[in-house]
C-alpha cells in the first residue's frame, strides 16, 4: 500500500518509522517532511495544511491511505477532503476534530456529559470576563478558544496578570480570531499524565501512559514549549487510576461524541491531571502528541497500519493491541532560544547513537547535510526493560550529537523515577 504521511515533525518521523515496520507498506510518502522523514519516505514539498494540494497530490499518485498527523491539517478538514475524494484516512473529520479547535466546545461537552475537568465560565465579551476576575480563585487559568500553536493557556498568579492576558487575547488579538472567546478555569494541582488512545467512535484503546515535560528548562522552570522531553510508561497513572479513567472519561467523551453527532476516528489524546480530588481532564488533543508518539509508538507490538485500518473501517473492537512491557524515554534537543527567537540552519554532527534512536523534528536537507530547521530539532529515544534504562540509553547518546546553539533538559525521567 501507498501511504502518505502529512507534517514534518518527531511525531510524524515516529509514526513514519513505525508504519515502514509493516509488511504491506510498499512506499510512503510524506508532506512536507523533514531530513530525518526523507531516510524513509519519499518528502514532497507540500504544506500540510494547504489541504487542495495535498489531495490532488494523493489523487494523483494513487494514495492508498492518509495519516493527517497534527492538529491544524485535521481542524481546518483534511480528512473530509481526502476521503470526499476517496482516500481512507486515520483521523477525525473536521467536526471530530473541534474537540481540540475549540476549547469551549471540549468544555461543554465535559460539563453535559459529566466528565470530571475543571470548572469554568466561557466568555466572548472581554469587559464580562474582566469584572469577573475582580471575584474568581486566583490563581486562575485563561485559555483561548481555538488553537494558539500550544501557547493560548495562562496561568495567572495574580488578578493582573490574569486581566492582562485577557486584554491581549481578546482585545489586542494575540492569536487573531482564536481569541474571540475565552474559557477561564479553576487553576489544579497533581501530576499530569498523556494518555493517547486509539478510537473508531465507538471501541476506545487506550495506549501505554506517558509523562510529558514542557517546561523549557530543568526543574520544569522557564517557559512553556511544545515538549522537552518525554517517558513512558508514567508511573503516577496506576492500574487503579486507568481503570476509573476507562470507565470515568475515556468511554463517556466517546460515547458523547458519538451522541453529538460527530463520532471520534483516530488518536484521541487525554491530557489528565490526577489532582487529590481525582483524575481530572485539563484537555484533549485530536491526534498524537509531540513528543508522546516518539516513546509510545516505539513499545507497540503490533501492526500499526493494521490499527489505522481497523480505526479507519470501525472494526478496532476485533484487535488485540500488544505492547512491550518496557519503558521509553525521549530528549528533545532544541534551538538556542526556543521557545523564543532561534537561529536555524546549522550543521548537525550525529555521533555513535548507540542505542537510541534520533527521531528529526526541525531537520532539513541542505546540500547533502542534515541542518538545523525548527526549534525542537532531534527526539533521542531509547527503550529499555526499566525507565533508569531507558533514561541512560538517551543520554548517552545526547552526549554524542552536537550543534551550534543546541541545548536539552538533563533531568527528563527524573520526577517519574522519584514517583515510581
Ligand atoms: P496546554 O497548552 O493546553 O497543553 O496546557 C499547558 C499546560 O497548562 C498544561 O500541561 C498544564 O500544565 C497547564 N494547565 C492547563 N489547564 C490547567 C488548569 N486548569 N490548572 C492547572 N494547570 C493547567
Ligand atoms: N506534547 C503535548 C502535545 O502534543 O500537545
Known amino acids: 500500500m501507498k501511504i502518505l504521511v502529512l507534517g514534518s515533525g518527531g511525531r510524524e518521523h515516529a509514526i513514519i518509522r513505525a ?3 509493516s509488511p504491506r507498506v510498499t512506499k510512503l510518502y510524506a508532506a512536507p517532511g523533514n531530513g530525518g522523514i526523507a531516510q524513509l519516505a519519499e518528502c514532497v514539498d507540500i504544506a500540510a495544511t494547504d489541504i487542495e494540494a495535498v489531495r490532488d497530490f ?3 499518485n494513487a494514495i492508498d491511505f492518509a495519516v493527517p498527523a497534527g492538529d491544524s491539517p485535521l481542524v481546518a478538514g483534511a480528512v473530509d477532503a481526502l476521503e470526499g475524494a ?21 468544555k461543554d461537552l465535559m460539563r453535559n456529559y459529566n466528565i470530571p475537568t475543571a470548572g469554568y465560565e466561557v466568555f466572548d465579551d472581554a469587559a464580562a470576563a474582566l469584572a469577573y476576575l475582580d471575584t474568581c480563585a486566583i490563581p486562575t487559568v485563561i485559555k483561548a478558544d481555538g488553537l494558539a500553536l500550544g501557547k493560548g493557556v495562562i496561568i495567572a498568579q495574580t488578578r493582573d496578570e ?4 485577557v486584554r491581549e487575547i481578546m482585545l489586542d488579538k494575540k492569536f487573531g480570531a482564536s481569541g474571540n ?3 477561564v478555569e479553576e487553576f489544579l494541582t497533581g501530576p499530569e499524565v498523556s494518555v493517547l488512545s486509539f478510537t473508531d467512535g465507538k471501541t476506545v484503546v487506550p495506549m501505554v501512559s506517558s509523562m510529558d515535560h514542557k517546561r523549557a528548562l530543568d526543574g520544569d522552570k522557564g517557559l512553556n514549549t511544545g515538549g522537552m522531553g518525554v517517558i513512558a510508561p508514567n ?11 476507562e470507565v470515568n472519561v475515556f468511554t463517556p467523551t466517546i460515547e458523547a461524541m458519538a451522541a453529538e453527532g460527530c463520532p471520534f476516528k483516530g488518536c484521541l489524546y487525554f491530557g489528565l491531571m490526577l489532582t487529590p480530588n481525582g483524575p481530572r481532564v485539563i484537555e484533549y488533543n485530536c491526534r498524537f502528541g509531540d513528543p508522546e508518539a516518539q516513546v509510545v509508538l516505539p513499545l507497540l507490538n503490533t501492526d500499526l497500519l493494521d490499527i489505522f485500518e481497523a480505526v479507519q473501517q470501525e472494526r478496532l473492537a476485533e484487535l488485540d493491541i500488544q505492547w512491550k512491557d518496557e519503558s521509553a524515554c525521549c530528549v ?3 534551538s538556542g532560544g526556543y521557545p523564543e527567537k532561534y537561529s536555524t540552519g546549522h550543521a548537525i554532527s550525529f555521533g555513535d547513537a548507540g542505542d537510541a534512536f534520533v527521531y528529526h523534528a526541525g531537520t532539513k536537507l541542505a546540500g547533502g547535510d542534515i541542518v538545523t530547521a525548527g526549534g525542537r530539532v532531534l527526539g533521542i529515544t531509547a527503550t529499555g ?4 534504562q531507558a533514561m541512560n540509553k538517551a543520554y548517552a547518546a545526547v552526549d554524542n550529537i552536537h550543534f551550534d546553539g543546541a541545548f536539552y533538559r538533563k533531568d527528563i525521567g527524573q520526577k517519574a523515577l522519584q514517583g515510581s
Open 162 to 165: 490574569a486581566k492582562l492576558a
Open 332 to 334: 528533545v534537543i532544541a
Open 58 to 60: 494523493a489523487v494523483a
Open 86 to 106: 476517496g482516500i481512507p484516512c486515520f483521523g477525525p473529520n473536521k467536526a471530530a476534530a473541534q474537540i481540540e479547535g475549540s476549547k469551549v466546545f471540549s
Open 19 to 21: 508504519l515502514a515496520q
Open 385 to 388: 526493560a526499566s525507565l533508569q
Open 181 to 183: 472567546r475565552i474559557v
Open 235 to 245: 508511573p503516577f497513572y496506576t492500574t487503579e487510576i486507568s481503570t476509573w479513567c
